[in-house]
C-alpha cells in the first residue's frame, strides 16, 4: 500500500505474492481512528476515539487497544516524541472497556495472558543520578532532571505491580 497524490483513497498496489493473507490494522499518527482493512485494501471495521489513536494492538477477543494523542497541556516530556495521554482499551462496537490515563506513557505496550498491561514509561531520574550522566547537549530548556524509561505492569483496575516481575500471576 502507499499514499499518492493522484490516488488519494484506497488500494493502489497489490501483489498478493508478497502479502501475508489476512487483515492488517492501522492507525494514523495523530488520527482518530483505527481501521482494520484486508487484502483488497477493504475497509472492514473502523475503530473512532476523540482524543485520537496512535498505536494501536487487536487483542485475542476482537477488542483494540491503544494509545492516544499526547497531552495538551506542556508537561515533563513537552518536545519529546512517542509520549500519550493514555491507554484505551475498546470493544469491537467501540465501547469503552478499560483505560489508564498517565502522561508518562510512551512508545509500547502489550497486554500479557494474566489480563495485566505492561506499559512504558519515563520517570525522573534522582538528581544523583542525573549529575552522574556525562555527555549529550544541554540546552536551557532541558528539565533540572533526566528521564528514565521504566516498564511497568498494571492491573485491570489500574493499579501497577511491584513485584519486580512482569508478567507473573
Known sequence: MGWSLHHPHGLIYHAPQYCYRGYTLFAN??????????????????WYWSEGI??????????????????????????????SAGLVELDWDGNLVWELQNPWLHHDFQRLPNGNTLALMWEE????????????????????????????????????????NPGST
Open 29 to 46: 499518527l495523530r488520527g482518530h481512528e483505527a481501521n482494520l482493512i484486508d487484502m483488497e485494501g477493504r475497509i472492514c471495521h473502523r
Open 54 to 83: 496512535n498505536y494501536a494492538n487487536l487483542l485475542p477477543n476482537g477488542n483494540l487497544l491503544f494509545y492516544t494523542e499526547a497531552p495538551s497541556e506542556p508537561g515533563p516530556m513537552t518536545g519529546i516524541g512517542g509520549h
Open 125 to 164: 531520574m534522582s538528581s544523583d543520578t542525573t549529575f552522574r550522566v556525562k555527555g549529550g547537549f544541554a540546552t536551557a530548556e532541558d528539565p533540572v532532571q533526566m528521564l528514565g524509561d521504566v516498564v511497568r505492569e498494571f492491573s485491570p483496575k489500574g493499579k501497577w505491580s511491584t513485584n519486580g
